[in-house]
């Protein structure tokens, strides 16, 4: 039982474009939700968090946006970069709980 | 520079063999997690401990087993390796207090033959 779903394996973005990489979960007790970025031969970094209090988290071309009706998270990239070509996995924690459940991963591809 | 150091990088092993993957951290944190990752299935945990002297399962345990001697080192052992385990092995640790994102090694890259 998935409970938080990358359901886009891969995602392809022009340059300069924004890239919206979407996140589903299906746990209501889930507070916490992270977004990490893995590039290959290395471990996965942290990107941006956000907690279930708030609908919208912001940081320089990062945002993330939670909708706890839909269960539904996403990460906005804008403007997208070439460097920003990785695997971008979402990962959700219950409360009380360390242990974090991590998505399928989307492997984002920036064009120039 | 602080962080999370795994070794080795990456082993060919013979099914039915022993291995032990080792990972330590500088950072002092309380908890350490070991993951695998597999192609469409993300990361999934397969140990974790809370700090020095405990240890839990995860989502697929089975044939795996960790200890958890001090605060800095997290071995994960196969105590007879199978295909199956052929995965990239990660280790991350995260200090426990309050909402902290886990800092994660470079992985190790496992494959058994």
């Known amino acids: 039982d998935q409970q938080v779903k990358q359901n886009s394996p891969s995602l392809s973005v022009q340059e300069g474009r924004i890239s919206i990489l979407n996140c589903d979960y299906t746990?209501?007790?889930?507070?916490?939700f992270l977004w990490y970025k893995k590039y290959p031969a290395e471990g996965p970094t942290f990107l941006i968090s956000?907690?279930?209090?708030?609908d919208k988290n912001e940081d320089g071309r990062f945002t993330v946006f939670l909708n706890k009706s839909a269960k539904h998270l996403s990460l906005h990239i804008v403007p997208s970069q070439p460097g920003d070509s990785a695997v971008y996995f979402c990962?959700?924690?219950?409360?009380?709980?360390?242990?974090?459940?991590f998505g399928q991963g989307t492997r984002l591809t920036i064009n120039p | 520079i602080a962080g999370i150091t795994q070794a080795p990088t990456s082993q060919i092993l013979a099914a039915g063999r022993r291995m032990t993957l080792r990972c330590t951290q500088d950072?002092?944190?309380?908890?350490m997690y070991w993951y695998r990752q597999d192609l469409g299935l993300g990361l999934r945990l397969i140990h974790y401990?809370?700090?020095?002297?405990?240890?839990g399962k995860g989502e697929v345990p089975d044939g795996y087993s960790v200890s958890r001697a001090n605060t800095d080192d997290f071995p994960l052992t196969l105590a007879s390796a199978v295909p199956s385990q052929t995965s990239v092995y990660f280790c991350?640790?995260?200090?426990?207090?309050?909402?902290?994102?886990?800092?994660f090694g470079d992985g190790t890259r496992l494959s058994i033959l």
């Open positions: 950072m002092r944190h309380n908890a």
């Open positions: 990962a959700a924690r219950s409360e009380g709980a360390q242990k974090l459940v």
């Open positions: 401990s809370n700090t020095a002297g405990t240890t």
């Open positions: 956000i907690s279930s209090i708030k």
């Open positions: 991350a640790s995260e200090h426990s207090l309050g909402r902290q994102p886990q800092h």
């Open positions: 746990n209501s007790m889930f507070d916490y």
